[in-house]
């Protein structure tokens, strides 16, 4: 895999350049499902798209849990809309660092999708403003659609009988609170996996937001054999998968219903 993070500088630069990247606003807000292409409308990078959580990255909540994968079809159709195709490189941003919901399109793309060049703006939108970088207004045009379809990589992620069953070392990238069930202000039941432990996503990034240097990371984030990310409906969950890709580390393997979804069967041990 190519790099994941991009500064804003070398954006700036790119943006300049012969070939420039295709980029994808992915903001958002859970529990406000058009606050992404509000925020999207009120500024946004130069030749931004808008990239909806819910509506792009997400089928509809259920028993697959409140943001469960689309089908590769419809993502397929959603990546042929915006134009993107291997032969040209990605970049997605969001405000929160990466996990709202930059780090689940990069995941999208880059892992499951197999596109071969996506990258996280580092910082997202403040490192952009911090650098003098412009917010356009309104629409922008709309991209050729492209013909590429993807060979989606199964292999990526887990299911809940996998979560199960397996051995892997379950990471929660939920806040401790809620990892403990001491709070939880968005699911009906509080906990975790059992036999899982806790890195929130927000331990990933630095006190202005950016990732942590990948020593940084290597040292702080848990070791196992093998490694199932989770959160509470598979979004920042991607965040912790990227930390590990920025650490130069394997992988994990996302279970993208997580605790939404774990929980909707009685039969499934809570801790």
């Not at 994968?69 to 660092?97: C, H, K, N, W």
């Not at 499951?112 to 207004?137: F, S």
């Not at 996503?201 to 990371?217: C, I, M, Q, V, Y």
Request: charged residues 25%.
């Amino acid at each position: 895999m190519t790099r994941a993070l991009i500064t804003a500088t070398e954006l700036a630069e790119a943006l300049n350049g012969a070939h420039t990247p295709r980029i994808l606003d992915c903001r958002a807000r859970l529990g406000d499902a058009t606050a992404g292409e509000r925020l999207w409308r009120e500024g946004h990078l130069p030749g931004s798209l808008h990239l909806d959580l819910d509506r792009d990255l997400a089928a509809p909540a259920g028993e697959g849990g409140r943001h469960p994968l689309p089908t590769p079809e419809a993502f397929t159709a959603t990546l042929q809309r915006l134009g993107i195709a291997p032969g040209q490189s990605v970049v997605v941003y969001d405000d929160m660092g990466g996990q709202l919901a930059a780090a689940r399109a990069w995941w999208m793309l880059a892992c499951w999708a197999g596109h071969p060049d996506v990258c996280v703006l580092d910082g997202g939108l403040r490192a952009w403003q911090d650098q003098g970088g412009e917010l356009p207004l309104g629409r922008e045009a709309t991209p050729a659609p492209s013909g590429w379809t993807p060979r989606f990589q199964e292999a990526v992620r887990v299911d809940a009988d996998q979560v199960f069953s397996g051995r892997a070392l379950k990471v929660d990238a939920r806040s401790h609170e809620r990892f403990r069930g001491e709070v939880e202000p968005i699911d009906p039941v509080a906990g975790h996996i059992p036999g899982a432990v806790c890195h929130p996503s927000a331990d990933n990034l630095t006190p202005e937001g950016r990732f942590k240097s990948p020593e940084a990371l290597d040292a702080e984030l848990p070791d196992a054999e093998a490694v199932i990310a989770y959160c509470g409906s598979g979004v920042t969950a991607c965040h912790n998968i990227l930390a590990y890709a920025v650490a130069g580390r394997p992988l994990p393997k996302l279970y993208a219903g997580s605790w939404s979804e774990w929980i909707r069967d009685p039969r499934r041990p809570i801790a």
